[in-house]
């Protein structure tokens, strides 16, 4: 994407009618770029961006393919190319894997995991022709560090991260870039009950008082998370820019020390068996 960093660039955002999505709308908008913005209201998706000659509100629920193809159309129809796809759309059902229904686990997969897969499969066609393109999907700290209480949510980002890391041995040939985005905990709405936090359906007498303890603790973080949106959003104008993006991106300082410590865990996993894990190996005499 060199030959796009001096010029204006076309960004296709999801999920930007509240959070997250609003921020980075703005901070592209802000450097001089445009962007179509995309949510399941797009009077709701202007209203929370602000009105703006560049930008162009579309309508799109991420779990609807026929959607993702028809909002990446509008796309082009004004605009002429994609150049950065942001996958934000997402949402965190929370709870205890037993308390989990079934039916709000797949609900889960369908927003956070197939829905960027969607929304992508709509774009690649456009960055292909192109020969340029960058793909950033937000996932998160829950996306490389499993966590209590997150088991439908870990799931949903892991998945995303296997995704991505394949996903750029395909598109490079193309010049398509990837980077995978791991924020910690921003001050956006994610947490709101109702709004992206879904709580567990099911009711199990062993989980009942760690269940009440911990949404309530979950509730209580909401508005007290340390992370700045607006910073994400500008950090990710300048990752769009670079000539080699990275591959991955962790995003705030609380997972900076969450990693290492994963990355350790992970060497020290290795080599605490290290000699009956490198004893598997066909005696071929």
């Known amino acids: 994407m060199s030959e796009q960093n001096t010029t204006q660039q076309v960004w296709l955002v999801t999920g930007a009618g509240r959070g997250m999505g609003v921020h980075l709308a703005q901070a592209a908008l802000a450097a001089g770029h445009a962007v179509v913005a995309t949510g399941r209201d797009p009077?709701?998706?202007q209203d929370?961006?602000?009105?703006?000659e560049n930008l162009l509100p579309v309508a799109l629920d991420v779990t609807d393919p026929a959607a993702a193809e028809t909002a990446v159309a509008a796309a082009v129809e004004r605009f002429g190319r994609i150049d950065v796809l942001v996958n934000?759309?997402?949402?965190?059902y929370a709870g205890f894997f037993e308390e989990i229904s079934p039916q709000q686990f797949r609900a889960q997969m369908e927003t956070n995991f197939f829905g960027p897969l969607n929304v992508t499969r709509a774009v690649l066609p456009v960055m292909r022709r192109q020969r340029s393109g960058h793909v950033i999907t937000i996932t998160s700290a829950a996306g490389i560090i499993g966590q209590e209480f997150c088991s439908a949510y870990a799931a949903s980002k892991f998945a995303l991260e296997g995704w991505m890391e394949s996903l750029q041995f395909d598109v490079a040939p193309y010049g398509v870039d990837t980077t995978i985005v791991e924020p910690g905990f921003f001050r956006t709405e994610l947490l709101v009950e109702g709004a992206s936090s879904i709580w567990p359906?099911?009711?199990i007498e062993d989980y009942a008082e760690r269940t009440t303890s911990t949404i309530a603790a979950w509730k209580a973080m909401n508005g007290q998370q340390g992370g700045d949106p607006a910073k994400l959003g500008a950090a990710l104008v300048t990752i769009a820019a670079m000539d080699t993006p990275p591959l991955r991106f962790v995003a705030g300082a609380d997972v900076v020390t969450g990693v290492e410590q994963k990355a350790n865990l992970l060497l020290e996993q290795v080599d605490a068996?290290?000699?009956?894990?490198?004893?598997?190996?066909?005696?071929?005499?």
């Open 43 to 45: 009077q709701r998706v």
């Open 273 to 285: 068996h290290r000699e009956l894990s490198s004893a598997m190996a066909i005696d071929e005499n």
């Open 88 to 92: 934000n759309a997402g949402n965190f």
């Open 201 to 203: 359906e099911l009711s």
């Open 48 to 52: 929370a961006i602000g009105a703006h």
